[in-house]
């Protein structure tokens, strides 16, 4: 069974561009889950998309946004790209609500802006 | 805020040697403290965890050692091998409200030399 894929491995974009990045859920999985992992802060807590809805969304600014696919693939985007947003993407994948134990990360998308 | 601090940032151990990594966490709330690996390029994969029900968890060489009335819980390497360089994240979380209720250390990147 293929696990939470996730594309493209990396992006350069430009300052002020938008990016697009992609995440496809483990099969029977309708919860996916976005991070930011920045050099040296961990994994931030971006948005979360059940059922086509955001559930809840971290501290980052409106600028990052996304949407969830009726197969519950999911979209991240980024406007106004500014050189900070640079990180690893993660997704993630789980049942709706449940268990930490049975969420499972894609490989990320490496945002590279300059 | 809910924080869960993570050290140290960076360790190097020769191979054989048990690296020893540390985490406190502040909501008394929490239920569910995860470990996670991951190398390079790669997602986050689930490596170990523990419920504060239990003050030990072993699993192959590593082992959680959770202390309930320090809020501290720390990852032990038996054996450590060069295969088990990576980066290793501690996390903790209730065990209920989905994905997005847990919260991750800073990671701790660990080389082990031959």
């Known amino acids: 069974e293929a696990g939470v894929t996730q594309s493209p491995t990396h992006l350069i974009k430009t300052r002020g561009q938008q990016a697009t990045l992609r995440c496809s859920p483990i099969?029977?999985?309708?919860?996916v889950y976005w991070y930011q992992q920045a050099l040296g802060l961990g994994l931030q807590f971006l948005l979360w998309?059940?059922?086509?809805?955001?559930?809840n969304r971290g501290n980052f600014p409106p600028r990052f946004s996304g949407r969830q696919f009726p197969n519950y693939s999911s979209e991240l985007n980024v406007n106004a790209l500014e050189l900070e947003d640079s990180a690893l993407y993660l997704c993630?994948?789980?049942?709706?609500?449940?268990?930490?134990?049975?969420?499972?990360f894609g490989q990320g998308t490496r945002l590279t802006v300059v | 805020q809910q924080q869960v601090k993570q050290s140290p940032q960076s360790l190097i151990v020769q191979k054989g040697g048990i690296p020893i990594i540390n985490c406190a966490y502040e909501?008394?709330?929490?239920?569910?403290f995860p470990w996670y690996q991951q190398f390079p390029g790669k997602g986050p994969a689930l490596l170990i965890a523990?419920?504060?029900?239990?003050s030990e968890k072993k699993e192959g060489r590593f082992t959680i050692s959770f202390n309930k009335s320090a809020k501290q819980f720390s990852l032990h390497i038996m054996d450590s091998q060069p295969g088990d360089s990576a980066t290793y994240f501690c996390?903790?979380?209730?065990?209920?409200?989905?994905?997005?209720?847990?919260?991750f250390g800073t990671g701790t990147k660990l080389q082990v030399i031959p």
């Open positions: 993630a994948s789980s049942l709706f609500l449940g268990p930490p134990s049975e969420a499972f």
């Open positions: 099969s029977g999985h309708t919860s």
């Open positions: 998309y059940d059922e086509g809805e955001e559930r």
């Open positions: 909501n008394t709330a929490f239920d569910y």
């Open positions: 523990i419920r504060p029900d239990v």
């Open positions: 996390a903790a979380s209730s065990d209920s409200g989905g994905y997005q209720k847990v919260t």
